[in-house]
């Protein structure tokens, strides 16, 4: 009824869409319970306005508290004084469009914010009418540039592009297909596209997820496995191999890791040439050239790309055939001559050349890796290798004059026993040098002087120098010889090194010397007793004489001539000196025993009186 005060007639659906029986229903004033009762006021006021509504959608609410969503449809028959209207219980298809548009909101999102770029586009390539600000991100544009904008889309291979488009058409899609863009900054970057058709719908989706970083991790990490495996080899290389070998095994893995059929490697000698020991059996095998040489001054150096390498201390990088090669060289189709350095200094030189493409700065910087991981390794070689010629020279010099020494040079153990001996030991003593170094030292030692020869050998174990050390040896033929010895010990190496001269005739020449020094003694006693003695005999005739010529002249002066008067002062004055001198003699006599000490003396009075004598 339109007064509402009675329900007239429902069907089962109803009752059932209501969940109360038909009588319950029935005796209700109000059949709808409204889970908004503004909704009621609506309908009604719709109902009165219009006469009728249609589809009304409201929310209702079943006996058992259900909440249903309906479409109810009225219509007012004011005459007869009834409404008439039907409900459709629409809840499954409210709750699935409600699902619906919560997935399409989740797929926004998704869409909006996912990791990877994402995107719709017509099949016909008149642009992309959908994508995700991420898609916008890799490609540097806007997503208002990109949209509808064919042009925006830029691959750094269009033959890339084709063969991807080619394939996408003959399988219908494409799963994580690598291929490079360019981004509106001109930068290239690397993507794994996936994309699928829809024909029928006129369209395809795709993404793209951007793996640049991780292409450059991998290509970081490859060139690092790369760089690596070289290092073990090379270190292997240099540990094992001697020589030339090293340096031809050493180019066999760098031209592996550089893909390269040729090359050299070498290394500058003291006197500054490049000497490369791989061009033998790596260059010139291959070449019709005159001079098939190793080694190469720097006079003849010219001014290709290796010999400016060295001297501008850079890498050079061509790419370009080369017109330095000489005559009958394999040709050089593009290279890389590389100065290996160590310390600011260019010890060597990496070459190689024809790689089937063109060299690039990830080569570049592998061989610069390569040259770091070889410099210390080749300096140390070379300082061992010049240091072991040093010291092959040193020894082979010290040999000489150890074979042509006069003096017995040797080295003993700490054991006492010879371990080496030069000639001299068999000059001096006679013995072969399989004698000497069959037994100990201390055999050969006088019988006198071996425990001083054992005391000092004690301090020489200690680290005591021995500066000068006599003993006696014995020679081949039983007599002994006097050696003095200088030695030096090396504690660490039980090791004494002594040079020894035989000083037998200085040890004679010094008995010698102490027998006439006592025969001296001897005779300078006998001579200072006959001076004394003769002395003392010869001045009382002297004294008569001169006494008595003194007298001569005081009587008898006046009676002689002047002749005979000037040879009476000439007896007189020789008398007085010959007593002078007999003094003399016997001072001279006493120096030994009553001498007084040395003293300067006037030499001008002694030369004068010498030369007065001699007048």
């Not at 290509?219 to 290389?237: C, K, P, T, Y």
């Not at 300082?383 to 010099?397: D, H, L, M, S």
């Not at 050390?469 to 039980?494: C, K, L, M």
Request: aromatic share 8%; net charge negative; hydrophobic share 35%.
């Amino acid at each position: 009824k339109i007064d509402g005060s009675a329900i007239l007639e429902l069907n089962n659906a109803l009752c059932e869409l209501l969940g109360s029986p038909r009588e319950k229903l029935l005796n209700r004033s109000s059949l709808i319970s409204w889970a908004d009762p503004g909704a009621r006021a609506e309908v009604l006021r719709l109902l009165k306005a219009n006469g009728s509504i249609t589809d009304y959608e409201v929310e209702i609410l079943r006996d058992d508290g259900e909440h249903l969503h309906c479409l109810i449809s009225m219509q007012l028959h004011p005459e007869e004084g009834f409404i008439e209207g039907s409900i459709v219980d629409v809840t499954a298809r409210k709750r699935a469009e409600e699902e619906l548009a919560a997935s399409e909101e989740r797929y926004r999102t998704l869409f909006e914010n996912a990791a990877v770029g994402m995107y719709r586009s017509r099949l016909d390539g008149s642009g992309i009418v959908a994508l995700n600000q991420r898609l916008a991100d890799i490609f540097g544009h806007t997503k208002e540039e990109m949209l509808n904008s064919p042009a925006t889309i830029r691959w750094a291979d269009p033959k890339a592009r084709d063969e991807m488009v080619r394939l996408v058409r003959e399988r219908g899609e494409l799963r994580d297909h690598e291929i490079d863009i360019v981004t509106k900054g001109g930068q290239i970057r690397t993507t794994l596209a996936s994309i699928k058709l829809f024909p029928g719908e006129g369209y395809l989706e795709g993404t793209a997820v951007d793996i640049t970083e991780r292409k450059r991790a991998e290509g970081a990490l490859e060139r690092f496995a790369r760089e690596q495996a070289v290092r073990n080899d090379i270190a292997q290389i240099f540990l094992t191999l001697p020589g030339d070998e090293m340096y031809f095994e050493v180019l066999q893995v760098v031209l592996k890791a550089m893909e390269s059929p040729f090359g050299v490697f070498g290394y500058l000698d003291e006197e500054g040439a490049l000497v490369v020991p791989t061009m033998t059996r790596h260059i010139w095998d291959q070449c019709d050239v005159p001079d098939k040489t190793i080694v190469f001054p720097r006079s003849t150096w010219g001014d290709s790309a290796w010999p400016t390498a060295i001297r501008e201390t850079r890498v050079i990088v061509s790419n370009e055939p080369s017109d330095k090669a000489p005559k009958g060289h394999v040709p050089i189709r593009r290279h890389i001559s590389f100065p290996i350095r160590f310390q600011d200094e260019v010890i060597g030189l990496l070459q190689v050349a024809n790689k089937e493409s063109d060299y690039t700065k990830e080569d570049v910087a592998l061989l610069e890796t390569i040259g770091g991981l070889i410099a210390p390794v080749l300096d140390a070689r070379l300082k061992r290798t010049r240091q072991e010629g040093a010291r092959r020279k040193a020894e082979g010099e010290i040999d000489k004059l150890f074979e042509a020494s006069p003096d017995m040079i040797c080295i003993v153990g700490f054991d006492g026993r010879f371990k080496r001996i030069n000639p001299a030991w068999e000059r001096t003593l006679g013995y072969p040098p399989g004698d000497m170094l069959e037994r100990p030292f201390i055999e050969l030692v006088h019988s006198d002087d071996r425990e001083v020869t054992e005391t000092e050998a004690a301090k020489l174990a200690q680290g005591v120098r021995t500066i000068s050390f006599e003993n006696r040896y014995r020679h081949t033929d039983g007599s002994y010889r006097w050696i003095s010895w200088s030695v030096i010990p090396a504690v660490d190496e039980q090791l004494l090194y002594g040079v020894a001269r035989d000083v037998t005739e200085r040890k004679q020449a010094e008995a010698g010397l102490k027998k006439a020094l006592t025969d001296v003694e001897r005779s300078n006693k006998e001579l200072e007793q006959f001076a004394y003695v003769a002395s003392h005999d010869l001045q009382e005739p002297l004294r008569m004489i001169s006494s008595y010529t003194q007298l001569l002249a005081q009587r008898y002066g006046g009676q002689l001539d002047e002749k005979a008067r000037k040879y009476i002062e000439y007896a007189v004055d020789g008398a007085v000196r010959l007593q002078g001198q007999i003094n003399d003699l016997l001072t001279y006599s006493r120096v030994g025993s009553r001498g007084k000490p040395f003293e300067p003396t006037d030499s001008h009075s002694v030369l004068g009186q010498a030369l007065r004598n001699l007048s």
